[in-house]
């Protein structure tokens, strides 16, 4: 297998973009490979700038659930473009893709579309300070909600991989009001209501997927939201990732929570950039113009991009089996991957919600960002390459989350695990 053509646009890209990529993670860093550039891709297939093809786990890092170049989202995209790519005014395909997921998310009365889950976070974050009228957050330790100021503080991902979880550039003063709490633990939430009494609202990913998978116990979801409640502060789910990916009905519909706000993102965009926040109308009539609180975009609820999510999330709708299908081939990926790696005396830690699956190379249970720091990297590292190789492309940390989408088909999964079965005896024999 060759990659000359991607280690040559990789050199150029670097004189010209820092690292060479528009987000750190691409980089292959942590894995120390050099990255693979696309030059296109169909259905569960990446094609690489040298012609050589990978199974694709990544699929843009989770908005492409039913693969890459789906028809009718292909169709929606082409046929919106024939119709003006922008007009800074109000559009029908807004309306319609706000009904659409209204009528999935029980807590959603009211949804405002961004470009970004950054840009979501952001301003879910100054809605949940403008209604409470308090200044202070808390966030995971672990879990990523975008790259904003205040949010950039023990990030997991990215930020974990690159060992710098705040940034310079991020001023002590921005994050001061941001606590923090650790996964799956009510005592450590406790203490920062007990060390704050203006706390406006906690964010979660209900279901961490930026530290690895590590989905949130649904006891210690019912409790953080009592003790939200107790204390007057709102409980955001950060569904970027999890939002059509783990239920189509949202991470409440598979943990008895109801969030105050949910931010969502990936699928929401059918592989086009878009961003979302949603809560009870009560909460949204805060915002401008309805409300004071400011928030604001150029390209918000762009019609391409909605005709794409659109055309992706009716499609979800209308298939409800489709994620019970997908989680099945995610457990048998990981079962397959485990039962091989035991084999070579490689203890693996596995889990999947929906089309996500995570693996660990770990002894013990993962349940926080500190356990999944004890995952074996340079095994991963090794797993990582030695798969690249064979065809399979994984996300390059051991940070991130694998999705399936419906192009993967349940023959691609057992060749998925053959791969595993060479690559872990590669390994052991070194
Ligand atoms: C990806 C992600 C974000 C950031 O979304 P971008 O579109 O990359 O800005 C925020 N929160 C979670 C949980 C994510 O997975």
Same mark, same amino acid.
């Given at each position: 297998m060759s990659t000359k053509s991607s280690l040559n646009?990789?050199?150029?890209?670097?004189?010209?973009?820092?690292?060479?990529?528009?987000?750190?993670?691409?980089?292959?860093?942590?894995?120390?490979?050099?990255?693979?550039?696309?030059?296109?891709?169909?259905?569960?297939?990446?094609?690489d700038v040298d012609g050589n093809n990978y199974v694709d786990y990544v699929q843009s890092w989770g908005p492409l659930i039913f693969g890459h170049r789906d028809e009718s989202i292909e169709a929606a995209v082409i046929e919106a473009v024939k119709h003006g790519l922008s007009f800074g005014a109000p559009t029908i395909a807004e309306t319609d893709l706000?009904?659409?997921v209204v009528s999935m998310f029980n807590s959603i009365d009211k949804i405002r579309f961004v470009s970004s889950g950054t840009e979501a976070v952001m301003?879910?974050?100054?809605? $949940?300070? +403008?209604?409470?009228?308090?200044? !202070?957050? &808390?966030?995971?330790?672990g879990c990523y909600h975008g790259h904003s100021d205040c949010?950039?503080?023990?990030?997991?991902?990215?930020?974990?991989?690159?060992?710098?979880?705040?940034s310079p550039g991020v001023p002590a003063d921005f994050t001061k009001h941001t606590l923090l709490a650790?996964?799956?633990?009510?005592?450590s939430v406790k203490k920062c209501f007990a060390d704050s009494s203006d706390i406006a609202c906690v964010i979660i990913e209900p279901i961490a997927g930026n530290m690895g998978l590590i989905p949130a116990d649904k006891e210690f979801l019912l409790e953080l939201k009592s003790?939200?409640? $107790?204390? +007057?502060?709102?409980?955001?789910? !950060?569904? &970027?990732?999890?939002?059509?990916?783990?239920?189509?009905?949202?991470?409440?519909?598979i943990t008895g929570t109801t969030p105050d706000i949910v931010t969502l993102g990936k699928v929401i965009g059918g592989g086009m950039p878009v961003g979302a926040f949603g809560a009870r109308s009560e909460i949204m009539a805060q915002l401008s113009p309805e409300g004071p609180v400011y928030q604001a975009g150029t390209l918000s609820g762009n019609p391409v991009a909605m005709a794409a999510g659109f055309?992706?999330?009716?499609?979800?709708?209308?298939?409800?089996?489709?994620?019970?299908?997908?989680?099945?081939?995610?457990?048998?990926?990981?079962?397959?991957?485990?039962?091989e790696a035991s084999v070579y005396g490689i203890d693996m830690q596995i889990d999947t919600r929906g089309s996500m699956f995570g693996f660990f190379f770990n002894s013990n249970p993962v349940k926080n960002f500190a356990d999944a720091g004890k995952t074996d990297s340079e095994l991963f590292a090794s797993f990582h390459a030695g798969m690249l190789?064979?065809?399979?492309?994984?996300?390059?940390?051991?940070?991130?989350?694998?999705?399936?989408?419906?192009?993967i088909t349940d023959e691609m999964i057992e060749d998925t695990i053959k791969a595993s079965a060479k690559v872990f005896k590669e390994i052991k024999n070194g």
């Open positions: 646009a990789f050199s150029k890209a670097q004189k010209l973009i820092p690292g060479g990529v528009n987000s750190p993670v691409r980089a292959f860093s942590s894995v120390g490979g050099s990255p693979i550039f696309i030059k296109e891709a169909k259905g569960a297939y990446l094609t706000a009904e659409l301003s879910a974050i100054r809605l $949940a300070r +403008g209604f409470t009228g308090r200044d !202070d957050i &808390v966030k995971f330790v949010l950039l503080v023990e990030a997991g991902s990215g930020a974990a991989t690159f060992g710098n979880p705040s650790e996964y799956n633990n009510i005592e003790v939200c409640e $107790a204390n +007057g502060a709102l409980l955001i789910f !950060d569904e &970027v990732m999890s939002g059509f990916r783990a239920s189509i009905n949202g991470a409440e519909s055309a992706a999330l009716s499609k979800l709708k209308q298939n409800s089996k489709v994620m019970s299908v997908l989680n099945a081939r995610g457990v048998r990926l990981v079962e397959g991957m485990k039962k190789k064979e065809g399979f492309y994984f996300a390059c940390s051991l940070y991130e989350t694998g999705f399936i989408s419906t192009a």
